[in-house]
């Protein structure tokens, strides 16, 4: 502040000092004349060429011919008058922007002459559509230069710009305007573009024989193409353009749009269809080791796949997953939805899914994955069935995340039904279209989880929470407190479901089950016996009654003690507050018989701890059932973060020992 005001003090002594001088400036009334030969410093000239970027240019994007003719005086109408669905709308990452191909191209370092009708404002001319900056990337630009786009504000009247790399031309719009416009262009070459129900394919492929310029464009009213002349020419064999240019207009409305929930021409903007053509450009450079990166427009390497899946109805949609998993993946990731349930963790995950759907659509079975793919996805599913500790978001991370976090998804749409009948393909529909329409707002991928595990259970009628938790997808407990008020249990292991051969995910699950002990800390006050191999506290949660835990009993520094005064405590902390019925212990088999354990709870660290009551292990060291697990169930839901287990007599041995083989607490409705 004080720095501020000596800036304001200095700035008034200066003015008073000029104030008190004598008027050097040079005009009069208000208006300076001027240099009676000065320079316009707006470049006007449509003869002048700069060459400084020839030879970068020659590389990329290319020349125009040399007996390519420029063309004066050119009108170009377009029809401004468009409905810009937003990506606020859809809650996505990108969705088609309002940019407008004119078949001009401008030749490289030439400058061309654009004339805007008066009252026309809000446009945008873009000289090459490469717009992808290579200079933000960590690799060597060895293809191109980092930037070769020129883009500048249209203004009524006479307009001029030049790009050295040159570039096919685009306005691009930030306003509606009800009328058509007709533009004026000078000094352009015109390109030999493909636009649907208008060009015939083969003159169309004479028409780029003949016209010598780099680029062009594969224009229809749902998806237009920005590919080179030179791989036209070069698989020229191989096109089908018709076909691509339907079917791409089907993959982006039965494969995205519709199962997105959105409808054509909706007059709610949350659930239309965008309304402006999907774009794509090849580009002969991207971040490695990507081969197609999203945006609006998205962009892909340029080379036969490419070129043949973007031109060649024959190529698209064929063969296997894996073939057309790269189709999907860069518009997959456009609509995302990260406004909503999509979390951090999904981030090449859901990207995916739009592939797989279409597979569906046309019928490509999910057995044409990879080999790659399908070795992860086998490797997901030992992941679910295991009763260890897990957490979906970071279990795997090791570059094959994406595919493991995969199959649960695909579980979801083969194998569950909607509480209506409807297919789990299903619930991705309900999951966008409620989201879109919700006025909850998604800030923490916590909140996000939350939100799917809701709809999940609200689109089956059971509560997931099991599926969510083999999984290791972590639910709040409010979340899973409503849901278990809501809906019944689930009733079958769905996450046992394998998607490559359609089996498993029948098995039924029992209502009451055994919260997952390994994902708890255990803790004892009193030593862990070190001189047998099996007396080791993991063993209260292996799963296996043969091995146990065992107190301290030979050459111990400190003494095993199990009266009132000095109990053996056996601790879990279960890591977050939880909801369950009860808790169980099981006696070391064949020796070391405890009659009873008391149970404790408390749901903070520095909290009071709560009584719960006796948990019977056996009447007497004869008892026939002293080697079975045994339960206390408590009168209500508890929910708490601590258990304890307090031994406060001797065994039947009259030692102070405590064994135990497995220990651990358990859900039930009632």
């Given at each position: 502040?004080n ?7 200095l700035s008034f ?7 008190c ?5 040079d005009?009069?009334?208000g208006?300076q ?16 060429v ?7 240019a020659?590389l ?6 040399e007996?390519?003719?420029?063309v ?18 859809l809650?996505?990452?990108e969705?088609?922007q ?46 191109r ?41 000078s ?16 003159q ?20 237009i193409f ?6 036209v020419l ?31 021409n909706?007059?709610?903007p ?14 002969i ?5 990507y ?18 899946q973007?031109?060649?109805?024959d190529k ?10 790269p ?13 909503a349930?999509?979390?951090g ?24 994955v990879s ?6 996805i086998i ?13 979906f ?15 649960p998804?695909l ?18 529909t309900?999951?966008?279209?409620d989201?879109?329409?919700?006025n ?14 809701r709809?999940l ?7 997931y929470?099991?599926f969510m ?18 809906f ?17 995910g029948?098995?039924?699950?029992a ?7 390994s994902?708890?800390?255990w ?6 016996a070190?001189n ?10 292996d799963?296996q ?11 111990c ?11 053996t ?13 009860g808790v169980?212990l ?6 070391t018989?405890?009659n ?10 520095d909290g ?17 059932t ?16 601590y ?6 007599e ?14 651990g ?6």
């Amino acid at each position: 502040m004080n720095r501020y005001i000596k800036f304001l003090g200095l700035s008034f002594a200066v003015f008073l000092t000029i104030a008190c001088k004598k008027a050097s400036y040079d005009f009069q009334d208000g208006w300076q004349k001027g240099e009676e030969q000065g320079i316009n410093p707006q470049d006007s000239s449509l003869t002048y060429v700069d060459r400084s970027k020839y030879d970068k240019a020659r590389l990329f994007p290319g020349l125009v011919g040399e007996t390519v003719k420029r063309v004066q005086d050119t009108s170009v109408t377009l029809n401004l008058d468009y409905r810009y669905i937003s990506y606020y709308d859809l809650k996505v990452q990108e969705v088609p922007q309002p940019i407008f191909s004119v078949g001009l191209y401008a030749p490289a370092g030439e400058n061309i002459k654009i004339v805007v009708p008066e009252g026309i404002n809000g446009l945008t001319i873009q000289i090459g559509p490469h717009g992808y900056n290579l200079d933000n990337d960590n690799e060597p630009i060895t293809n191109r230069d980092d930037v070769v786009s020129t883009s500048k504000a249209l203004f009524p009247g006479t307009n001029y710009i030049r790009n050295p790399y040159g570039g096919l031309i685009w306005i691009l719009s930030t306003i509606a305007i009800k009328n058509t416009v007709s533009l004026t262009f000078s000094n352009v070459v015109r390109t030999s573009d493909y636009i649907m129900d208008v060009s015939n394919q083969e003159q169309w492929l004479r028409d780029v024989e003949a016209n010598d310029v780099p680029w062009l464009e594969l224009r229809s009213k749902r998806v237009i193409f920005t590919v080179p002349r030179s791989l036209v020419l070069q698989y020229k064999s191989e096109l089908n353009v018709k076909e691509a240019l339907t079917k791409w207009k089907q993959i982006y409305e039965e494969d995205f749009y519709k199962w997105m929930g959105l409808t054509a021409n909706n007059t709610d903007p949350k659930n239309s269809f965008p309304e402006l053509p999907e774009r794509a450009v090849l580009d002969i450079q991207l971040l490695k080791p990507y081969y197609s990166l999203h945006g609006s427009p998205w962009v892909a390497y340029m080379d036969k796949y490419w070129m043949t899946q973007l031109a060649s109805g024959d190529k698209l949609l064929k063969d296997s997953i894996s073939t057309i998993m790269p189709v999907y993946h860069a518009s997959g990731h456009n609509y995302q939805m990260w406004r909503a349930w999509n979390w951090g963790a999904l981030q090449e995950v859901t990207s995916n899914l739009f592939a797989f759907k279409a597979a569906k659509r046309v019928g490509i079975p999910i057995t044409t994955v990879s080999d790659e793919v399908r070795r992860i996805i086998i490797k997901s599913l030992l992941y679910a069935e295991r009763n260890t500790k897990k957490d979906f978001n970071n279990s795997f991370n090791d570059g094959e995340d994406g595919y493991h976090r995969l199959t649960p998804f695909l579980q979801i749409f083969e194998k569950v039904k909607g509480k209506n009948g409807e297919s789990g393909w299903d619930f991705m529909t309900k999951l966008y279209t409620d989201a879109r329409n919700t006025n909850i707002a998604f800030f923490v991928d916590a909140a996000k989880i939350d939100y799917f595990y809701r709809s999940l259970c609200a689109f089956t009628g059971q509560d997931y929470g099991q599926f969510m938790d083999a999984w290791g997808i972590k639910v709040s407990l409010s979340a899973r407190n409503s849901m278990r008020i809501a809906f019944p249990p689930l009733q079958k292991a769905i996450w046992t479901y394998n998607p490559l051969t359609g089996t498993g995910g029948d098995e039924a699950i029992a209502a009451e089950y055994d919260l997952r002990a390994s994902d708890f800390k255990w803790s004892t006050n009193m030593i862990t016996a070190t001189n047998e191999s099996i007396g080791k506290i993991e063993a209260l949660f292996d799963g296996q009654s043969n091995t146990y835990w065992h107190t301290c009993w030979e050459n111990c520094s400190k003494n095993t003690t199990a009266s009132e005064s000095e109990p053996t405590y056996l601790d879990l902390d279960m890591q977050e507050v939880k909801t369950f019925r009860g808790v169980y212990l099981q006696n070391r088999q064949g020796a070391t018989y405890r009659n009873k354990a008391i149970v404790y709870t408390k749901d903070a660290e520095d909290g009071a701890w709560t009584k719960q009551g006796e948990l019977i292990l056996a009447e007497d060291r004869d008892d026939p059932t002293r080697d079975a697990r045994k339960e206390l169930k408590f009168s209500q839901l508890i929910q708490a973060r601590y258990i304890r287990f307090a031994f406060t007599e001797n065994n039947f041995d009259g030692n102070a020992h405590t064994a135990i083989a497995e220990a651990g607490a358990f859900y039930s409705p009632n």
